[in-house]
């Protein structure tokens, strides 16, 4: 059965520079090897420098653990700047970053579009993206695997 999306007609979003999933909320921004490229190549650091001084481990499912971004003991994300001008690797931010909120778990349907909007006030607002926008986004997610381990790896500490 292939039924049309609740976004057939496109979706309303142009970020508002809020900051709000950047900041004050907990949360994952796990990485691809993509990301982790660009990231460490931004910072001037080799892949295993990179992931010591700005990731973590965090345990997912069936003893993996997804590699994410670490977080501020504020939460804002590790990458968000202390004088509160914005991303310090905007340029080479994640596919997370750069696709929200075009995400499985906000472009799943009409309701939970609405329910990101009440946190978001770029959603529903100023530019309309297609449909193959968003699928393009959608599928970029799901083609861009984050990177994951064995949680039980010998000398991990776990």
């Not at 508002?16 to 993509?34: D, F, I, K, Q």
């Not at 003991?73 to 080479?92: L, Q, T």
């Not at 997370?96 to 006030?121: H, I, L, M, T, Y």
């Not at 529903?124 to 994951?148: C, Q, R, W, Y």
Request: aromatic share 12%; charged share 25%.
């Amino acid at each position: 059965m292939n039924e049309t999306p609740f976004y057939a007609n496109g979706l309303a979003f142009s970020c508002a520079r809020c900051s709000s999933c950047c900041r004050h909320e907990s949360g994952y921004v796990y990485l691809s090897e993509n990301d982790l490229s660009r990231l460490a190549g931004e910072c001037g650091m080799n892949y295993t420098d990179f992931i010591k001084a700005w990731c973590r481990w965090i345990p997912f499912h069936k003893g993996r653990d997804r590699l994410s971004l670490r977080e501020k003991s504020n939460f804002d994300c590790i990458f968000w700047k202390d004088d509160n001008s914005g991303c310090s690797v905007y340029r080479a931010r994640p596919l997370q970053c750069r696709a929200f909120p075009f995400w499985d778990s906000v472009a799943c349907s009409a309701e939970a579009w609405e329910n990101a909007g009440k946190n978001c006030p770029g959603i529903n607002a100023g530019e309309t993206h297609s449909s193959a926008e968003i699928e393009n986004f959608l599928k970029l997610m799901n083609d861009e695997p984050v990177i994951e381990r064995d949680a039980l790896r010998i000398g991990e500490g776990k």
